[in-house]
């Protein structure tokens, strides 16, 4: 069975790629702390997703 990896993280930025797609970000300001967990993922317009909402992030090998 796959591993899965599961934490909640407040939105520190969306920024405008393109038409097509935004990048949410955000990054631990703790980067000396090793298990510090950040992320810059890329997803469809149209989420309604703004700085400062918490998102739930899921990486799990299919």
Same mark, same amino acid.
Request: charged share 30%.
């Given at each position: 069975?796959? +591993?899965?990896?599961?934490?909640?993280?407040?939105?520190?930025?969306?920024?405008?790629?393109?038409?097509? +797609?935004?990048?949410?970000?955000?990054?631990?300001?703790?980067?000396?702390?090793?298990?510090?967990?950040?992320?810059?993922?890329?997803?469809? +317009?149209?989420?309604?997703?703004?700085?400062?909402?918490?998102?739930?992030?899921?990486?799990?090998?299919?």
């Amino acid at each position: 069975m796959a +591993k899965v990896l599961d934490f909640e993280a407040e939105i520190e930025f969306v920024a405008d790629i393109n038409d097509y +797609k935004d990048c949410l970000m955000s990054q631990d300001p703790t980067q000396e702390n090793p298990i510090a967990l950040w992320f810059n993922i890329d997803i469809p +317009k149209g989420h309604m997703l703004k700085a400062g909402d918490r998102v739930r992030v899921i990486v799990e090998k299919i």
